[in-house]
């Protein structure tokens, strides 16, 4: 069995990025975060952490027609001076969008925001 240690995840590409989130259990409306985006999830700060554990996460993609729409687990929570990190993995994302992350990860800086 083959595990991925915090540091080999933290090596993968991110990129700074715009994003609304709202937590899945409380509905309600999206706040814009601004954080950063890997292939696999998202990390925002802010004053208060998520409560729940699921989160719905909406982004525009350079060179995916529409918004991505996805679905990502809270794995974590670290605590800075006055505010709170979340790292948030996707877990249910539509294939194109998950494709189109990964060439806009494959593009390089120049096609990236």
């Known amino acids: 069995m083959t595990t991925t240690s915090h540091d080999d995840r933290r090596d993968s590409d991110r990129v700074p990025f715009r994003f609304a989130i709202r937590e899945r259990a409380q509905g309600g409306s999206f706040e814009e975060r601004d954080g950063n ?12 952490p998520p409560t729940g554990s699921v989160v719905e996460v909406r982004f525009f993609l350079p060179g995916h027609a529409g918004e991505v ?9 670290s605590r800075g001076d006055e505010k709170f990190g979340a ?6 994302i539509p ?16 096609e990236r925001p």
């Open 69 to 77: 729409r996805a679905r990502g687990q809270v794995i974590r929570i």
């Open 37 to 48: 985006l890997s292939i696999g999830g998202v990390y925002f700060s802010g004053q208060h």
């Open 95 to 110: 294939l194109d969008a998950e494709l189109a992350l990964a060439r806009f990860f494959q593009g390089g800086p120049t």
């Open 87 to 92: 790292h948030i993995k996707f877990t249910d």
